[in-house]
């Protein structure tokens, strides 16, 4: 039988990472290839993603691929979502994309509200959580500042279809990633036409979505030629990483939620249908797409955000750790009783997040930590709490029973923690796979390639490769 390797091209808001994946006697399994550093660039006041920087760590990962002689059947990738490039009328990419953490979206939100459209209509047209750095509120500030990309573009894409762009030349607009903007109708998975008209934003920037598993083209000739491969397919998996994280889940029935714990925390449920309610508006949850026309509902949260500031805070000083260190330190200082909310506005972007926690204790009349180990105790508890309480939120909101909690992606190597959540929310939590991002984008390039039949077959082959583990309350 043809051996297939699939090439998954997984990039989060600080790293990403190329992973191979194959099948064994029908069992997945992978292997990380390549790791590069992803960071904004700031110029002028503007934070800026340097994309053609990924670009080249992608041409690097095709040549390793060529040196370790590793034929590659096909290629996807996964991006963090909300963002995108403009692309002007001879198809130059017009301008580094903005990020997300870009400061010209603050506010934006509450002007649109105030002028446009308020805050609930714009809930039940979208099912999108309200965030200020959502696409919708992107353009529409864009447009309002006369940023000359917006006003010369002929067309965006968000920034899986933007790098798969760049190796094919086709333009593509994947469902899944579209589907993070606040810009499609959850009613008839198209762009919401008068909604963008509205605040001012010319519909056909955007294409019509595709859904995830569609074959996009092959690496252009000339791209090809450069590295001394063949043109090989480019899949637009499921392009939103959470999207094809929650593929992943080892879920063996539909009563569960799953957490996917990163730099951000996303906890939500899969459903056949959007939860577009007051509740769910009153809780601000969102309604993202899924493979196979589900969808996940779910809400944004700070992850490990707190902890990465902190290390970084820390290395500078010459405090480097590991993280069995880090965990170590946090179960020494376990009885420290301070406790922060993760997603108060002050750890946003603070300019030192350990003055930033501090200084949110003083306010709420609370010990600071005083040691770097306190520090850390205090952010597994406190997300811990977080997680207890939005799960008690979902759980009112979910139209069956949850009976577990599958915790995906790197934090749920953290067994620590994962104890310390199945504690605080009193039903079993399973964690792992922890590369459900990677392992989900190769499945679905599986699928593509006719080796794994739907997202249930996909599950229970993920399940069969990387057996989870399960911590019981």
């Known amino acids: 039988m043809e051996e297939h390797r699939f090439l998954a091209i997984d990039i989060g808001a600080t790293s990403g990472r190329a992973v191979l994946g194959n099948f064994h006697r ?4 992978i292997q990380e290839l390549y790791r590069f550093p992803n960071h904004f660039v700031e110029v002028h006041g503007q934070c800026l993603w340097n994309v053609f920087n990924l670009y080249e760590e992608i041409k690097k990962s095709l040549i390793l691929c060529k040196k370790e002689k590793i034929p590659v059947h096909s290629l996807g990738i996964d991006t963090w979502g909300v963002d995108f490039g403009y692309i002007g009328g001879d198809g130059s990419l017009l301008g580094l994309p903005r990020a997300y953490r870009d400061p010209y979206t603050q506010g934006a939100s509450e002007e649109v509200f105030r002028e446009i459209i308020t805050r609930e209509e714009l809930y039940r047209q979208t099912g999108i959580q309200i965030m200020d750095f959502n696409s919708l509120f992107q353009l529409y500030r864009a447009k ?8 010369q573009a002929k067309r965006i894409l968000f920034m899986p279809d933007l790098l798969t762009y760049l190796l094919t030349g086709r333009a593509v607009c994947e469902y899944t990633i579209a589907s993070t903007s606040q810009m499609l109708n959850p009613q008839t998975n198209r762009f919401h036409t008068e909604l963008l008209s509205r605040l001012g934003i010319n ?3 955007l294409l019509p979505p595709i859904p995830p598993g569609t074959q996009v083209g092959q690496l252009t000739h000339r791209l090809a030629e450069e590295l001394g491969i063949a043109p090989i397919p480019v899949i637009a998996v499921a392009g939103h990483d959470t999207a094809s994280a929650v593929t992943a889940v080892t879920a063996t029935n539909a009563h569960f939620a799953y957490l996917s714990s990163g730099t951000w925390s996303l906890m939500g449920i899969e459903t056949p249908q959007p939860i577009i309610t007051e509740a769910s508006m009153r809780h601000n949850f969102t309604n993202e797409g899924g493979i196979e026309g589900s969808w996940r509902f779910l809400k944004n949260l700070t992850g490990m955000w707190l902890l ?4 970084r805070e820390w290395e500078k000083k010459g405090r480097v750790y590991t993280y ?10 376990a009885d420290y009783p301070a406790r922060i909310d993760p997603d108060d506005p002050m750890f946003a972007r603070p300019l030192s997040m350990c003055e930033a926690i501090a200084a949110y204790c003083r306010k709420k009349s609370q010990p600071p930590p005083q040691t770097d180990g ?4 205090l952010i597994f508890h406190s997300l811990a709490g977080r997680y207890r309480e939005t799960l008690a939120t979902l759980k009112e909101l979910a139209p069956f029973p949850i009976e577990k909690l599958h915790v995906i992606g790197g934090g749920s190597r953290n067994r620590w923690l994962n104890q310390l959540t199945a504690q605080a929310i009193g039903i079993p939590l399973i964690a792992g796979p922890a590369e459900a991002t990677a392992i989900g984008n190769i499945m679905l390039q599986a699928q593509c390639a006719g080796l794994v039949k739907n997202r249930w077959d996909i599950r229970q082959k993920v399940a069969a490769g990387f057996p989870p583990e399960i911590f019981n309350p």
């Open 203 to 205: 519909p056909s920037l």
């Open 26 to 29: 029908g069992i997945p399994e």
């Open 308 to 311: 990465e500031e902190c290390r």
């Open 324 to 333: 069995p260190q880090i965990v170590e330190m946090a179960k020494n200082a």
């Open 374 to 377: 306190e520090t850390v105790s």
């Open 144 to 151: 309002q500042q006369n940023y000359a990309p917006c006003l």
